[in-house]
């Protein structure tokens, strides 16, 4: 079974900065199935990114994927305060244990 | 508007079961799979089962042979019958449609969960 593992688990910065966040797979994984979501306090997750790259409907251009093999980025141009969550990638039936992105 | 409403979560003992329901609308229902995911409390997220729009199903390894999820398209609903409930069980469930033909374990729409506690 692929094991996913999210760096850094706590990432803390200040509105209008750049996020990365990184998801590594124990082994290379079909770039169509890596997905990542969005977490707030609360509430249920929501899709933001499929297929390692593609946004899903609604969400914002700063929000953006790449990656293949086992290593995968999610990246968040410009932060906004609504942007300050847990991201969680997921390929298949395994998710990553998620990133908690922080105000500064 | 995509609306998924999740309900049956409660207090129950070790041992006991439970039956979740998840009842869709706002799209073609018999026409996408759905999943159940659970998230335990403070932790993070742990895909728990999946049935697709022809029936199949698909569970986790931490589950298999306790739960069983069905679907009636009829009542747009889908279910999670839960047996033999431990304490691990015990999480807020959410279900999620797989909306997206060619990645189908994305999750494109999902309901606000509802929490199952095991407890004695």
């Known amino acids: 079974e692929i094991a996913l593992t999210q760096s850094p688990g706590v990432l803390s910065l200040s509105p209008g900065e750049r996020a990365t966040l990184s998801c590594r797979a124990s082994?290379?994984?079909?770039?169509?199935?890596l997905i990542w979501y969005q977490q707030k306090p609360g509430q249920a997750p929501r899709l933001l990114i499929y297929?390692?790259?593609t946004r899903a409907t609604g969400i914002p251009d700063r929000f953006s994927g790449s990656g293949s093999g086992t290593d995968y980025t999610l990246t968040i141009t410009r932060l906004e305060p609504e942007d300050f969550a847990v991201y969680y990638c997921q390929q298949r039936d395994t998710f990553g244990q998620g990133t908690r992105l922080e105000i500064k | 508007e995509v609306q998924l409403l999740e309900s049956g979560g409660g207090l129950v003992h070790p041992g006991e079961s439970l039956r979740l329901s998840c009842a869709a609308s706002?799209?073609?229902?018999?026409?996408?799979?759905l999943s159940w995911v659970r998230q335990a409390p403070g932790k993070g997220l742990e895909w728990v089962s999946a049935i697709t729009s022809s029936g199949s199903t698909y569970y986790a390894d931490s589950v298999r042979g306790r739960f069983t999820v069905s679907r009636d398209n009829s009542k747009n609903t889908i279910y999670l019958q839960m047996t033999s409930l431990r304490a691990e069980d015990t999480a807020i469930y959410y279900c999620a449609q797989r909306g997206i033909a060619r990645v189908p374990t994305a999750l494109t729409w999902w309901g606000q969960g509802t929490l199952v506690t095991v407890s004695s």
């Open positions: 706002g799209f073609t229902f018999k026409n996408y799979g």
């Open positions: 297929g390692a790259s």
């Open positions: 082994q290379s994984v079909d770039t169509n199935s």
